[in-house]
């Protein structure tokens, strides 16, 4: 089951996290500084929290960060 949580900075720019544990929502909002809200239409950013990557990352810089197609990953943990 996926769920989301969206945020929108003075309706000039809007950020939609996917799966996101109560510990990012927490850290996004500290650092937007806006609380959650629901969005209108499409973000300008999506974050995904996910388990593992299915697909073999490109441009891998420093076994931290890289590219699969049109998306960027960070992994951490």
């Excluded at 629901?38 to 891998?60: F, R, S």
């Amino acid at each position: 089951m996926t769920h989301s949580v969206g945020f929108s900075l003075h309706n000039l720019f809007s950020i939609r996290l996917e799966n996101p544990a109560p510990e990012a929502v927490h850290a996004v909002k500290n650092q937007v500084g806006v609380q959650p809200s629901v969005l209108i239409g499409e973000p300008d950013l999506t974050i995904c929290y996910v388990d593992c990557i299915k697909a073999p990352m490109n441009h891998i810089v420093m076994g931290r960060t890289g590219f699969i197609e049109d998306e960027f990953c960070i992994v951490t943990g």
